[in-house]
């Protein structure tokens, strides 16, 4: 394969989809603390929204490989397939296009943003990359996926100086229980796949209808946790709801009708930039009301 094409398939196998959703945190987080426009934001923002991602789908997708190979949503926005050729060399370009961003983050940062930006990272490779490879631990596979997402939300409020209350540990937690409701209702449309290949994820293991109705509890957890937030945060729990909408009608699924929740996960790739327009809104509501 040429370097055009393997590049193409890297990208493919990035989601580009989904950069924004650990770009946005990382730099909303940082710029409401920060205040300002800097390098630091520049760098990691662009950290998180490409190699942070190549590294975590990359990594999936050759660990992944024997489901991805039974899962017919493979090969696109869901992610690539990649041949075997192309997975040393895709392991071999996620380290490589994360350690100079991660050289600059360190040297930028004190101790403690060192010790979150090494979870974050941790979770990217552990989910997938034995032997830890918690995608394989129900529960756990959902607890490292919503790190994934949320953590660059912290470390983006620890690199920045940000000073800790418990509303503002209430949004982590609700942001926390979004991307674990998130995984879990992601893994249901793979159950037929996983249980093929011999993974054990939290919807293999519980049964669809099972892990469709956790994630709905987790949503609905995590709309009630922002209603203890300061204002104009409770507001943002109305983003909740059209998950709540999308999920539901899932909750009977079949473990052999497992395809059909796919239809929802599209809707859902959709509803996050909805989510994040409401948010945004909410962030300069809240910008106003405290400079």
């Given at each position: 394969?040429?370097?055009?094409?393997f590049?193409?398939?890297?990208?493919?196998?990035?989601?580009?989809?989904?950069?924004?959703?650990?770009?946005?945190?990382?730099?909303?987080?940082?710029?409401?603390?920060?205040?300002?426009i800097?390098?630091?934001?520049?760098?990691?923002t662009?950290?998180?929204?490409?190699?942070?991602?190549?590294?975590?789908?990359?990594?999936?997708?050759?660990?992944?490989?024997?489901?991805?190979?039974?899962?017919?949503?493979?090969?696109?926005?869901?992610?690539?397939?990649?041949?075997?050729?192309?997975?040393?060399?895709t392991?071999?370009?996620?380290?490589?296009?994360?350690?100079?961003?991660?050289?600059?983050?360190?040297?930028?940062?004190?101790?403690?943003?060192?010790?979150?930006?090494?979870?974050?990272?941790?979770?990217?490779?552990?989910?997938?990359?034995?032997?830890?490879?918690?995608?394989?631990?129900?529960?756990?596979?959902?607890?490292?996926?919503?790190?994934?997402?949320?953590?660059?939300?912290?470390?983006?409020?620890?690199?920045?100086?940000?000073?800790?209350?418990?509303q503002?540990?209430?949004?982590?937690?609700?942001?926390?229980?979004?991307?674990?409701?998130?995984?879990?209702?992601?893994?249901?449309?793979?159950?037929?796949?996983?249980?093929?290949?011999?993974?054990?994820?939290?919807?293999?293991?519980?049964?669809?209808?099972?892990?469709?109705?956790?994630?709905?509890?987790?949503?609905?957890?995590?709309?009630?946790?922002?209603?203890?937030?300061?204002?104009?945060?409770?507001?943002?729990?109305?983003?909740?709801?059209?998950?709540?909408?999308?999920v539901?009608?899932?909750?009977?699924?079949?473990?052999?009708?497992?395809?059909?929740?796919?239809?929802?996960?599209?809707?859902?790739?959709?509803?996050?930039?909805?989510?994040?327009?409401?948010?945004?809104?909410?962030?300069?509501?809240?910008?106003?009301?405290?400079?």
């Amino acid at each position: 394969m040429t370097a055009t094409g393997f590049i193409r398939q890297l990208i493919v196998s990035s989601r580009p989809v989904s950069w924004i959703n650990t770009a946005y945190p990382f730099a909303a987080a940082y710029l409401v603390t920060a205040r300002e426009i800097d390098l630091t934001l520049i760098v990691g923002t662009l950290f998180f929204l490409v190699p942070y991602n190549v590294a975590m789908y990359g990594i999936n997708d050759v660990f992944d490989y024997e489901s991805d190979l039974r899962n017919p949503r493979k090969g696109g926005a869901h992610g690539a397939i990649l041949d075997r050729s192309l997975h040393r060399p895709t392991l071999w370009a996620a380290a490589l296009s994360c350690v100079p961003f991660l050289i600059f983050l360190v040297t930028v940062g004190a101790p403690a943003s060192w010790v979150v930006l090494a979870v974050s990272m941790l979770a990217v490779v552990a989910y997938s990359a034995p032997p830890l490879r918690t995608k394989e631990r129900p529960f756990a596979d959902s607890l490292t996926s919503s790190t994934h997402f949320f953590s660059p939300a912290v470390y983006g409020l620890v690199l920045a100086g940000a000073a800790w209350s418990w509303q503002l540990a209430a949004v982590i937690v609700a942001f926390a229980l979004w991307g674990v409701a998130s995984h879990a209702f992601g893994a249901v449309q793979d159950v037929v796949a996983d249980r093929e290949a011999g993974i054990a994820s939290i919807a293999t293991v519980r049964g669809a209808a099972w892990t469709v109705r956790f994630a709905i509890a987790a949503y609905a957890a995590s709309g009630l946790v922002m209603l203890a937030t300061s204002w104009p945060g409770p507001l943002a729990a109305i983003v909740a709801v059209p998950y709540l909408v999308t999920v539901w009608p899932y909750r009977s699924l079949a473990d052999a009708e497992c395809g059909a929740a796919t239809r929802g996960w599209d809707r859902f790739l959709w509803l996050n930039q909805f989510a994040g327009f409401v948010v945004t809104l909410l962030l300069i509501w809240w910008w106003a009301l405290t400079s």
